[in-house]
């Protein structure tokens, strides 16, 4: 493994990338926040009724689950990136700061209103220069409640495409690798204290009678921090300092890219960011075109979606995953190549999307148990299951949970209820089996770690999953603008078989090597690549 400092260095400018991201979307959420709160707040404080509904229309809005909410306004807006994401921060952030606007004004005595009042002053006046000058304080206390929570929240943002610091966690969830979760916690943990001290330093600094020589020194950079901060987020987000940027800050850039650029994608576990950098490696090194990353994008909806909204160019997905989850075919497949030749007559109907040559591996679903426990009970195939199903615990991924082709449709095929289904993250589940957590997982036929783990999936014996053969997904209209790149892509035809896939996975997953390196050196050991 890469020692510490190494690592660090290695990830240093991609780090300063994703800080950045995580900035814009903080700091830009908490400013709309704010101009939007504390004028409502202002709005309402003569008004019991409309405090009533203003509070609870912004305390309904903190109810509703980050992820969840992150969905309901991709669904909603159909579109990935910075938007949803910004709007589901700023939403957030509202119920501090109109609590505690509303609070701060309401602690304002009514002797300094009436003092206020009795020198001449308007309402206007009272409020600009004596109650918000009071309430300031609790404001301020707000903002940071919010500005902290925000920092946290946006980790959630990179499930969506928007970037951030988020990103090194998904990653590190689907490698099963600390270092990576800890690059994006600990920085992420950094900027919400700087982000705090900063709002805090500012109000302390201009609080009614502060007139200390350490106040007036303080109050200008105090002042400026939360702008320096937002700056930096600008100006990181925007600046290309690595391959991998993956930060969309306009519709326009978005949807459209630009010219030049190819937006490669993948799902988020292992073996797709694998797939994704063995692609653009070899197109950065075979054509002309500027890559742009946007691995561990999401599952396979949210790959398909971004697909057919031209936000994305090329993602690598399987023949069984699109025949069942997206078309929704369902009855008995006709087979590899049957699958194959429907889904790219449909993708191509449908979507405007190419089906190139599969990569020579197929990834289906397996399940698997201990080898102890299969040799114990003598199951070799699905159907052994059926006797002790009720007393074993699964753990499958939440997809799995949900999909036709996963458990919804193995229950109906089998007939087979496990006593308890859990979920679990892709790559988690293989320790939880081999820790004797859960006693069934869905595991996938190409992953290393079935063998590394001492697993055995068992024999599907009623063929309930189709073929599941990896190949490389194109937007029609970037193909025709670069014919170049379909046979740059079927130099990778066939080269992946599933021994290679298990091998190249185990090195990701067992022995912790970045997607990068391992798809840099395999492609080397092939000739592809220098």
């Keep these: 493994m890469m020692p510490w400092a ?5 990830r240093a400018p991609e780090l300063w990338t994703r800080t950045g991201e995580h900035l814009f979307l903080t700091g830009l959420s908490i400013a709309i926040a704010v101009i939007i709160g504390v004028p409502l707040a202002i709005a309402c404080r003569h008004s019991r009724a409309m405090r009533g509904w203003v509070l609870g229309a912004v305390g309904i809005a903190q109810t509703v689950p980050s992820l969840a909410m992150l969905a309901i306004l991709l669904s909603l807006l159909g579109k990935l990136g910075a938007l949803p994401a910004v709007i589901a921060l700023s939403l957030y952030a509202l119920l501090p700061i109109v609590r505690n606007t509303v609070t701060g004004l309401d602690g304002v005595g009514a002797q300094i209103i009436e003092a206020a009042k009795a020198v001449g002053m308007t309402a206007g006046q009272q409020l600009r220069m004596v109650q918000i000058p009071l309430a ?54 950094c900027l919400a204290l700087l982000v705090d001290f900063s709002i805090w330093a500012a109000e302390w600094s201009i609080r009614p009678g502060r007139r200390t020589a350490l106040a007036k020194a303080l109050r200008i950079p105090a002042m400026a921090m939360p702008l320096l901060l937002a700056g930096l987020g600008v100006a990181a987000s925007v600046i290309d ?24 994608a993948s799902k988020e576990f292992g073996e ?34 971004a697909l057919k909204r031209d936000e994305i160019d090329l993602y690598p997905e399987y023949t069984g995953t699109a025949y069942r989850v997206i078309l929704e075919i369902t ?12 889904v790219r007559r449909e993708y191509s109907r449908k979507f405007g999307a190419e089906w190139l040559e599969p990569f020579g591996f197929e990834n289906t679903y397996a399940i698997a148990v201990r080898r102890q426990d299969a040799e114990t009970h003598g199951w070799r195939s699905i159907s052994d299951l059926t006797e002790q199903a009720g007393k074993l615990r699964a753990g499958f991924t939440s997809e799995f949970q949900e999909r036709e082709d ?16 859990v979920d679990i993250g892709a790559d988690l589940m293989y320790q939880a089996l081999a820790k004797k957590e859960v006693d069934v997982i869905c595991a996938f036929s190409t992953d290393g770690r079935i063998a590394a783990y001492d697993l055995l999936p068992l024999k599907d014996d009623k063929r309930f999953w189709p073929p599941y ?10 193909l025709d603008e670069h014919p170049e790149l379909q046979p740059v892509l079927g130099l990778l035809t066939g080269l992946l078989d599933n021994a290679t896939m298990r091998k190249l996975n185990f090195e990701m997953q067992g022995e912790k090597h970045p997607p990068a390196k391992v798809a840099r050196q395999y492609l080397q050991s092939k000739g592809l690549i220098r």
Excluded: H
Excluded at 407 to 414: I, N, Q, V, W
Excluded at 469 to 478: G, L, N, Q, T, Y
């Design 469 to 478: 053969d990896a190949a490389p997904v194109v937007r029609s209209a970037f």
């Design 406 to 421: 996963g458990y919804p449709g193995f229950k109906k095929a089998y007939g087979v209820s496990f006593g308890r289904a």
């Design 272 to 305: 797709q960011l694998l797939l994704g950098e063995i692609m653009a490696q070899l197109i950065e090194a075979r054509t002309n075109l500027t890559v742009e990353r946007r691995l561990g994008l999401g599952g396979t909806k949210i790959c398909n979606s």
């Design 136 to 189: 300031i304080p609790v404001i301020a206390a707000g903002v940071r409640t919010a500005a902290v929570t925000c920092v946290g929240i946006a980790t959630l943002s990179a499930f969506i495409g928007a970037g951030g610091l988020g990103q090194f966690i998904n990653r590190g969830l689907a490698l099963d690798d600390y270092r990576l979760i800890m690059l994006g916690a600990i920085p992420a943990a």
């Design 6 to 10: 190494d690592f660090i260095l290695t």
């Design 241 to 264: 300092l690595t391959p991998a940027q993956a930060w969309q800050l306009t519709e326009t850039e978005g949807r459209l890219g630009k010219p030049g650029v190819i937006r490669i």
């Design 331 to 342: 009855g008995d497949s006709p087979g590899p190549y049957g699958v194959y030749c429907t």
